[in-house]
């Protein structure tokens, strides 16, 4: 295993960046493993998918709710070529350090944390001269409350809900060489959280090799750690397939179903065509 960690973190930086793969699907949102980028989907693009996280990639909690490896789903729609928005669900145990939970939900699946994220194109990439990136501004779990209460009133603090919030601006550039494409990202993230504080710049790249453009590797800072990882593409793409080590040895994987509405899918005979 840690010859496997030493071979994937020197391909990844060695040969890296991003292109226009999509990750950040660990939080339902087209971007890298953790940190958003101004990539977006094609216009149409619904994806349905979930993920296997380990604990250390979901918000720390003062109450200890997230001290465990668990499971999210997400429902994810590019509205509009500039619109890209999704719903995300982190199941949840009964915390036996709350009053709120009976005895018989402790350390059990019985809940689930829900919130919202999505993203606005400002920029097209190559807008206004050739090396121009592509610019977004975005947000994960923007509002929140507590059960019965109007969300429109309520704010994200420093501590309740809203474990997931970040608001960010982030720009991708994508240059093509003779052996594959490389994306260049970087973003600005800040919340007001102190159980799970982001407040600073995040970097990070892929690269799809060209003589296996259904291999997408991820590598990243994502304003707290460094995180490396791999998406691989089944189906003309509309199979997903996750894999990622945060802070190279944390282990979360997920699988993602990917079709466009409209039509715009990549349907080819062999099932390992991009």
Known sequence: MVKFKSILIALLFCSI????GQAQLTDGMTGLLHMPNAEMQKHGTFMLGG????????????TSKFHYNTFNYFLNFTIFPWLEV???CTLTKGNPYSSYWPQQTWRKFVN????FAGKIRLINEGTYWKYMPSIVIGVSDPTTGQSGNDYSNISVGERGNGYFNCWYVALSKHLDFKFGEIGLHGSYLYNKRKDNPLNGPAFGLNFRPSIHKNLNLIAEYDAKTINVGAIYSLWADHFNFLFELQDGKYVSCGLVYKVNLKGNNRWKSGIFDY
């Open 86 to 88: 999704s719903y995300i």
């Open 51 to 62: 993920n296997l996280l380990h604990y250390k990639q979901v918000p720390y909690i003062y």
């Open 17 to 20: 960046y991003t292109t226009k």
């Open 112 to 115: 689930q944390d829900r919130h």
